[in-house]
């Protein structure tokens, strides 16, 4: 069944009790999060992802705690536990969400080197994926999100999971994350886009998510092969257009940006070299969204 099928009361007393099973592409996350606002905001953002109550394996054991001293009431903070072990440093509670998803990322950037992992967004259409790996700030987000809304399917804004042993690539549709100047741009440019909570004063400024489009999450499991590999940027007021790169400089761009690249040796050599020479490679510039979608809408292989 799908989240939204649970009523919101429901998946609180679960998340509460025995955890709930949440499909999250090809990973099954077994969750426990005592929070209400951890279940209101999972029954937002992740609708139409696939839950089950038990029996089924999880890959990820997670429980989102708050500790056992004074920090449970007094300046409430909240921990991230993976197999019972906790990660990282405690976190304001009212960050439960934020500390979720990042959690997240990192279980899969550390844990899931069946794939070469690179941090990218990644979107389909008709079978083909872009791929636009680029640091913070470059305007990633914001155009995977009107692209995601506007005739390209999601397979993630964060990581691309690339198999060494074919090239393609398997989806992870999550929420989107968006920060600061960005929240806004989104919410004029796409009225019917879902978003969750706002959190002001966070490690990355002002800080909300918007759930994947429903199409994208029910086809999780369609694989797509890599066409193009655009590196974004966003200098106020730039035409729209795309660039050739050159494809030696573009391997070492997108290697920078793997998380995994030197763990897997070879094997993330041969995987690399082998998605980077089937793509087309490119910078694009952007300044205003509608340009920037026009532009993709012409994108040839």
């Given at each position: 069944m799908r989240?939204a099928?649970?009523?919101r009361?429901?998946l609180?007393?679960?998340l509460?009790?025995?955890?709930?099973?949440?499909?999250?592409g090809p990973f099954t996350l077994?969750l426990?999060?005592?929070y209400?606002?951890v279940?209101?905001?999972?029954h937002?953002?992740y609708?139409?992802?696939e839950?089950?109550?038990?029996?089924?394996?999880?890959?990820?054991?997670?429980?989102?705690?708050?500790?056992?001293?004074?920090?449970?009431?007094?300046?409430?903070q909240?921990?991230?536990h993976?197999d019972?072990?906790?990660?990282?440093?405690p976190y304001?509670g009212?960050l439960t969400?934020p500390l979720l998803?990042?959690g997240?990322?990192w279980c899969?950037?550390?844990?899931a080197?069946?794939y070469l992992i690179l941090?990218?967004?990644v979107l389909?259409?008709?079978?083909r994926?872009v791929?636009?790996?680029?640091k913070?700030?470059?305007g990633?987000s914001t155009?995977?999100?009107a692209l995601a809304?506007?005739?390209?399917r999601?397979?993630s804004?964060e990581?691309?999971?690339?198999?060494?042993?074919?090239?393609?690539?398997?989806?992870?549709?999550?929420p989107?994350?968006?920060?600061?100047?960005?929240?806004?741009?989104?919410?004029?440019f796409?009225?019917?886009?879902?978003?969750?909570?706002?959190?002001p004063d966070?490690?990355k400024?002002t800080?909300?998510?918007?759930?994947?489009p429903?199409?994208c999450?029910?086809?999780?499991a369609?694989t797509?092969r890599?066409a193009?590999?655009v590196f974004?940027r966003?200098?106020e007021?730039?035409v729209?257009s795309?660039?050739d790169?050159?494809?030696?400089?573009?391997f070492m761009?997108?290697?920078?940006n793997?998380?995994n690249?030197?763990s897997?040796?070879?094997a993330?050599?041969?995987?690399?070299?082998?998605?980077i020479?089937g793509?087309?490679c490119?910078?694009f510039?952007y300044?205003r969204l509608?340009?920037?979608l026009d532009a993709?809408?012409a994108l040839?292989?």
């Amino acid at each position: 069944m799908r989240t939204a099928d649970l009523d919101r009361s429901e998946l609180a007393a679960l998340l509460a009790a025995d955890g709930a099973f949440l499909r999250l592409g090809p990973f099954t996350l077994r969750l426990r999060a005592p929070y209400r606002g951890v279940a209101d905001a999972l029954h937002l953002l992740y609708a139409e992802h696939e839950i089950a109550t038990d029996g089924v394996f999880a890959d990820l054991h997670v429980d989102l705690v708050p500790p056992r001293n004074l920090r449970r009431w007094i300046r409430p903070q909240a921990l991230f536990h993976l197999d019972g072990e906790p990660l990282f440093q405690p976190y304001p509670g009212r960050l439960t969400l934020p500390l979720l998803e990042w959690g997240l990322n990192w279980c899969v950037a550390v844990l899931a080197h069946q794939y070469l992992i690179l941090h990218a967004a990644v979107l389909e259409r008709d079978g083909r994926a872009v791929l636009m790996p680029a640091k913070p700030g470059t305007g990633k987000s914001t155009l995977c999100t009107a692209l995601a809304h506007r005739g390209w399917r999601l397979l993630s804004d964060e990581m691309a999971l690339v198999r060494p042993a074919d090239g393609l690539l398997d989806p992870i549709p999550r929420p989107i994350s968006l920060k600061n100047a960005s929240i806004d741009v989104i919410r004029g440019f796409l009225p019917e886009a879902v978003f969750g909570p706002v959190w002001p004063d966070t490690k990355k400024g002002t800080l909300t998510h918007v759930r994947p489009p429903g199409d994208c999450v029910r086809r999780g499991a369609e694989t797509a092969r890599p066409a193009w590999d655009v590196f974004p940027r966003w200098p106020e007021g730039a035409v729209a257009s795309f660039t050739d790169h050159e494809k030696s400089g573009a391997f070492m761009r997108v290697a920078d940006n793997s998380m995994n690249y030197p763990s897997l040796g070879a094997a993330g050599f041969e995987t690399l070299a082998s998605l980077i020479d089937g793509c087309r490679c490119l910078e694009f510039e952007y300044g205003r969204l509608e340009d920037a979608l026009d532009a993709f809408a012409a994108l040839e292989p």
